[in-house]
């Protein structure tokens, strides 16, 4: 399967992609630090990150508690609106049905993310909820950026996770 990249190539501004997808993996490296999968995420609007976040589903008991639920509520919160309009969401993996759907919910713009998931991704890799045209909403989806850096996160968590 192909994985849709930015079809306009002169829109790539490559540097603040990459730049707001080291804040992610930074939010998803704190998710490590306490036991949990290492996923991070950042909501920027404006040039400005208005909502970080990263998993806290076992610390929280809350299946709900992935990276992007925590960054689109402390950014919503930040704009004083549920809806997140021309904003965008940085992830460190392929945002899963779950997430997908609040980002269709909050109506963010575009979701930049690093590593595809190929279990669970909604936003091409299995499912693509964020693009859906039956959807009142859609976001542009851009994939691949920092991939390595993203994958190898999970890989090593998942990898001492099998040593101990």
């Known amino acids: 399967m192909k994985y849709k990249r930015r079809s306009n190539l002169s829109k790539i501004n490559i540097k603040t992609d990459e730049y707001y997808l080291k804040e992610a993996i930074k939010e998803a490296k704190k998710a490590a630090k306490i036991d949990e999968v290492p996923v991070g995420a950042v ?54 049905a779950m997430c997908a759907g609040a980002i269709v919910w909050a109506r963010i713009s575009e979701v930049i993310f690093g590593a595809y998931d190929e279990k669970a991704g909604a936003c091409g890799s299995i499912f693509n909820v964020v693009e859906n045209k039956k959807l ?26 099998r040593k101990r």
Do not use: M, W
């Open 43 to 96: 909501v920027v609007c404006d040039n400005r990150i208005i909502g970080r976040g990263y998993n806290q589903n076992i610390k929280l008991n809350d299946p709900t508690a992935h990276a992007e639920v925590a960054a689109i509520k402390k950014a919503a919160k930040h704009l004083g609106n549920y809806r997140l309009n021309n904003c965008k969401i940085y992830v460190t993996i392929e945002p899963c």
């Open 136 to 161: 009142n909403h859609r976001a542009k989806v851009v994939s691949g950026i920092l991939e390595k850096e993203c994958r190898a996160l999970l890989q090593d968590f998942f990898r001492k996770k």
